[in-house]
């Protein structure tokens, strides 16, 4: 669910049409919904609200200082996995004691920030890193409190570069080493050793990897308790899916349905970090045509956004549903997805003016016939967009803009040569 949709033959964010969005900051642009935003936090709230869980909203996938204030007044807290995103939570004014900081490698100064922030869990990877933040913390004579991140070794039948909750990733540790590293960690009183954390991987389309993992993580907790531990909080991490071909993803009801049982009455805090659910439908990336180039089979649509402004289908071939935003009428729809099938469609790879083969945006896309300065959107650009871009071939970052209800406002300017220049002047 999303509020970008056709209107009068032209794509409308919320009720501003895109065209006067583009006309005003340029192309390539990103541009969002705070009413989808707010819609998808909501629907989270609601559907898991018999666990009154504190829902920490996962910066890495949309960072924007409003994006994170728009959440922050709608009572969010954050994930942050960088010293740099606890600057963004804290600037956006959030609740520190609703911060979980998690991250395979966090440096001394990053984790002396979040103490000095006093924030609400570390989120631990390893036993080194638990060491170190016992030292640090015992240096300090600071009160920190920590959960492990297990790795309940379930499939989520995602990407294997956003799969994070097998055996074989970088990610936490194995259910048999928590068990020894509560043992070995969990007595002293420096760091208060005192929940578990699971994130599985993103985006997860289904519900039984989640029941798989929270049982997982019960079974051990219990363990924990017998063994005399004091666990009072379970972090179930994110990775709840978004709409990009068509309606794919459980709906956040669908994964409580299944949850909230399970955790109900458990005497647990429950910690949620939501990212993509929340941000991916809530974007779109506005750029447009610069040259239509004819080759042989199909064409090539060459539009002035690259893989510099949007990564995801160069780096985990994910698909975006792209449509022009002010198509011919006969190709007005409100369909997406790899289905909608409207006669006259010709087949094209959207492609960027990066120099890399594997820039494209969408590839082998049957789209209405373009021209030269035809705007198009590519949907559900939300998460995971912005927040990878680079700088690569020298070119600035797209300017990003904030729409609520008939008007908008820019809340990311778009970068000049000189932004690019000026860390080596
Ligand atoms: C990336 C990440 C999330 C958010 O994942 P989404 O798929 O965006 O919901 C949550 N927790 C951790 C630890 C992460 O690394």
């Not at 204030?69 to 996995?81: N, P, S």
């Not at 020894?180 to 969990?186: D, I, K, L, S, V």
């Not at 049957?366 to 690569?392: E, Q």
Request: hydrophobic share 40%; charged share 25%; with cysteine.
């Amino acid at each position: 669910m999303d509020h970008f949709s056709y209107r009068n033959n032209e794509l409308f964010c919320e009720d501003v049409p895109v065209t006067r969005i583009a006309d005003n900051v340029g192309t390539p642009a990103y541009v969002y919904s705070a009413a989808t935003f707010l819609h998808h936090y909501d629907a989270v709230t609601k559907a898991f609200a018999a666990l009154d869980p504190v829902i920490c909203y996962s910066i890495k996938s949309c960072a924007n200082l409003h994006i994170c204030r728009l959440l922050r007044d709608r009572g969010a807290g954050f994930d942050v996995v960088s010293g740099g995103e606890l600057v963004r939570a804290l600037e956006a004014g959030a609740d520190p004691a609703k911060i979980v900081f998690a991250g395979v490698g966090k440096t001394d100064e990053e984790i002396h920030g979040a103490i000095d922030a006093e924030i609400g869990w570390f989120n631990v990877e390893s036993e080194a890193e638990l060491e170190n933040l016992i030292a640090i913390a015992e240096s300090r004579r600071a009160a920190v409190r920590a959960a492990l991140r297990v790795n309940p070794d379930v499939d989520p039948k995602t990407h294997r570069y956003t799969s994070t909750g097998k055996k074989e990733t970088k990610f936490g540790v194995d259910l048999e080493r928590a068990r020894r590293a509560f043992e070995t960690y969990g007595r002293q009183n420096s760091v208060q050793l005192c929940g578990i954390h699971l994130h599985i991987g993103s985006p997860v389309n289904t519900v039984a990897p989640y029941v798989q993992a929270i049982e997982k993580g019960l079974a051990l907790i219990n363990e924990l308790r017998s063994d005399g531990f004091k666990i009072d909080m379970l972090d179930i991490g994110g990775g709840f899916g978004a709409h990009y071909k068509a309606a794919e993803a459980p709906a956040a009801v669908k994964y409580a349905e299944a949850i909230v049982p399970l955790l109900k009455g458990k005497d647990l805090q429950i910690i949620m970090e939501p990212g993509r659910s929340i941000a991916a439908n809530a974007g779109i990336l506005v750029t447009k045509t610069l040259y239509l180039k004819k080759s042989g089979e199909r064409d090539f649509l060459i539009v002035d956004a690259g893989m510099n402004d949007l990564l995801r289908p160069s780096l985990y071939e994910a698909y975006h549903f792209a449509w022009p935003v002010k198509p011919p009428p006969e190709f007005v729809t409100n369909e997406r997805g790899e289905n909608v099938s409207l006669p006259g469609l010709l087949p094209m790879d959207v492609v960027g003016p990066v120099c890399e083969s594997g820039d494209f945006l969408a590839k082998d896309r049957r789209l209405p016939p373009m021209k030269r300065d035809d705007l198009l959107a590519v949907f559900s650009s939300g998460a995971y967009g912005m927040v990878m871009t680079s700088h690569y071939n020298s070119r600035p970052n797209p300017p990003e803009v904030l729409v609520e209800g008939d008007s908008f406002r820019i809340i990311r300017r778009r970068e000049t040569y000189e932004d690019l220049l000026a860390a080596e002047r």
